[in-house]
């Protein structure tokens, strides 16, 4: 087990799940989901998932919150080694045979939380309003005020055009190492309807995550869509449908921050309003900085 297990290691602020008391830089090559037309439908299913360490950290981190303590880093260590250690004799192997797949905890969909700016000429860029001290929210704040946004992975079927899953065509993806996965960003109402999906589930204790996902476009030009349960989760039917799922989710994650990073420096240039005479050039950047050639 790694010795860098600590409290510092563990930092959920830009994640979600559905849990009952959380109601409330994809590079520009990045290809979301976005459906295209009106009546259009896909059946989908949750795939961005921590491992059972972090999610056990998480749920401490909470609890500890709620009695005003915080969790130290001797804690932290002892309930990462319990939780990996009862995960290890499930399957088992020793700790060091654990892998990334083995340690990712199926039962609880995520999502990623950011709140961005959207201004004309500059685009959407992730915030750091109350991050770099007064100063710098002076210059954040000449942009109109940031949103919340949400983003997951999801696994997308392939389908015949009722609607119905394509079995012959889900077969030879799986054969060929070839599902189809989709970073999928949408907005705060969104969120509250899969919400309130999974609030409906909580009562019979089922996770969304156990779902497939039916979504449906009402409005094509504000992604407006309704999502519903399409039945329980056929990737999470088969083992070796599950472990090509499992290998294949984990390489997209650092995927699913939609907007681009800028420091305020930079954004003060901007604007227009000073700062270095050179910008650091980053594939975040890169593009922007061609695009002024």
């Not at 799940?17 to 976005?34: H, R, Y």
């Amino acid at each position: 087990m790694p010795d860098d297990y600590n409290v510092e290691g563990y930092n959920f602020d830009d994640d979600v799940s559905l849990d009952t008391d959380e109601k409330n830089v994809g590079g520009a090559k990045t290809d979301w989901l976005k459906l295209t037309t009106k009546g259009q439908i896909i059946r989908c299913a949750f795939t961005y998932f921590h491992t059972y360490d972090q999610n056990a950290v998480q749920a401490a981190m909470k609890a500890a919150r709620k009695t005003g303590k915080k969790l130290s880093k001797d804690e932290v260590t002892a309930l990462v080694k319990t939780v990996l250690t009862k995960r290890a004799e499930e399957l088992k192997k020793s700790l060091d045979q654990l892998t990334v797949t083995d340690k990712l905890d199926t039962s609880v969909a995520h999502f990623k939380v950011t709140k961005a700016h959207y201004q004309d000429g500059l685009g959407f860029v992730l915030s750091r309003l109350g991050k770099d001290g007064t100063d710098a929210d002076a210059i954040w704040k000449r942009l109109p005020d940031p949103k919340t946004y949400f983003s997951t992975l999801l696994l997308i079927y392939p389908t015949l055009e009722d609607g119905l899953l394509n079995k012959e065509t889900l077969a030879a993806q799986i054969k060929g190492k070839s599902l189809k996965f989709l970073p999928w960003r949408f907005s705060n109402q969104v969120y509250e309807d899969i919400w309130k999906l999974q609030e409906g589930f909580r009562e019979n204790s089922i996770s969304l995550a156990f779902q497939d996902i039916k979504l449906e476009c009402k409005e094509p030009q504000y992604q407006k869509i309704s999502i519903s349960s399409a039945g329980p989760a056929v990737w999470q039917k088969n083992e070796t449908f599950k472990n090509l799922v499992l290998e294949s989710a984990p390489k997209l994650y650092d995927k699913l921050i939609p907007f681009r990073e800028m420091t305020t420096d930079q954004l003060k240039v901007k604007l227009g309003l000073g700062g270095s005479a050179v910008e650091d050039v980053s594939s975040d950047n890169f593009q922007d900085m061609l695009d002024q050639v």
